[in-house]
């Protein structure tokens, strides 16, 4: 499967925005989904996850109650909309998908799109 992630883009403290992330082939149901996010000079990090139905979403601590993520399989298509934006979620935001593992580990994804920026200003 190839994915593809937009909807970056520079945005003020306090904003929202929302990541599309676009997935190619007839087998996008069958895929955990996930959003992880690389800062400079940082490791990537886990974002958030959802399950092949949208029925169970997980979040990483730092983004919890101000993220969510969804998906509709109807358009092959997860989204992340990101509220209560703060300058440290700035970072290179990737979507990935999963074969087996419903996870918020980088190991366990098996396909990557290719990252869209954030940028939040203070």
């Known amino acids: 499967v190839q994915l593809q992630a937009s909807g970056g883009g520079l945005v003020q403290t306090g904003d929202s925005l929302t990541l599309s992330c676009v997935a190619s082939?007839?087998?996008?149901?069958?895929?955990?989904m996930g959003w992880f996010r690389q800062a400079p000079g940082k490791e990537r990090a886990f974002v958030a996850a959802?399950?092949?139905?949208?029925?169970?979403?997980r979040y990483g601590d730092s983004v919890n109650g101000r993220f969510t993520i969804s998906r509709d399989n109807a358009k092959n298509t997860v989204y992340l909309q990101m509220r209560s934006l703060k300058p440290e979620d700035t970072a290179v935001y990737y979507c990935?998908?999963?074969?087996?593992?419903?996870?918020?580990?980088?190991?366990?994804?098996?396909?990557w799109g290719q990252g869209t920026q954030v940028t939040v200003s203070s």
């Open positions: 990935a998908a999963a074969r087996t593992l419903y996870s918020d580990a980088i190991s366990d994804y098996d396909y």
């Open positions: 082939g007839r087998t996008f149901s069958s895929y955990f």
């Open positions: 959802i399950t092949w139905r949208g029925s169970s979403t």
